[in-house]
């Protein structure tokens, strides 16, 4: 039994330290995960603002553009409506050519800044999304890692119990057969004494006979007795 107990032992320390080198080894993972990921998140934030940036100064220019020429073409009477502008004469069909030629650069200016304020919207939006799925992800590492710590300080004092528990059962199997080698030697001492008294039992009852004989003849001598 004992033996056993210290085969069970041993296998459970050595499965230990192989659960323990694998919580160790996911740990490592899920730390170099975490690391690959915050680079990632650094990158896409980067991008991120200099896209943003991008834009806006953009949409700044763009808008100072379009203010200098919404003065420049009112100054010049080039923001007419269309009806206002047509007339009887010929001249007057040219100056609505003028205004619709303006308000066709204003509409497409206007258009670029819209388009670049929608993008500037997508990528604030991009953003946050990211940044709320990194910071999930770094979430759940950080929870998964405490767990792993946590298992493997179970698992290294579970460890240590079994280590003591098994230095104990070789003390006892070592008490246990230092106990049955003495039995053995004192079974063979006494297997040798009766092996003596069984060898030995006639010559001493023979000589335990004489001794009776010899004590009855000393009796009847004493008693009076003549033997000659």
Known sequence: MKARAIDDAKDLIKQLAEEIAAAEAEIAETETE??????????????????????????????????????????????????DALGDAPDDFKAYKKNSAAAGVLQLISNVIEDSEKTEKECISAEETSQ????????????????????VTCKREQTADTKAELSTLKGDHTDLGNQLT????????????????LKNFDIRQ???????????????????????
Not at 41 to 59: G, H, I, L
Not at 182 to 197: I, M, P, R, V, Y
Request: hydrophobic share 35%; charged share 30%.
């Open 34 to 83: 975490k690391l690959k990921a915050s680079e990632t998140r650094q990158e896409e934030n980067s991008e991120f603002q200099a896209t943003v940036k991008d834009q806006r100064d953009a949409q700044a220019i763009l808008n100072k553009a379009l203010n200098r020429l919404k003065q420049f073409y009112k100054k010049k009477g080039f923001l007419q409506a269309p009806g």
């Open 182 to 197: 003495a039995l053995g030697n004192e079974s063979k001492d006494l297997h040798t004494q009766c092996d003596f008294l």
């Open 206 to 228: 023979q000589a335990h006979a004489s001794e009776m004989e010899a004590l009855a003849n000393a009796k009847a001598i004493l008693s009076g007795a003549d033997f000659s």
């Open 132 to 151: 709320t799925e990194y910071e999930t992800f770094i979430g759940n590492a950080n929870d998964s890692i405490k767990a792993l710590k946590n298992e």
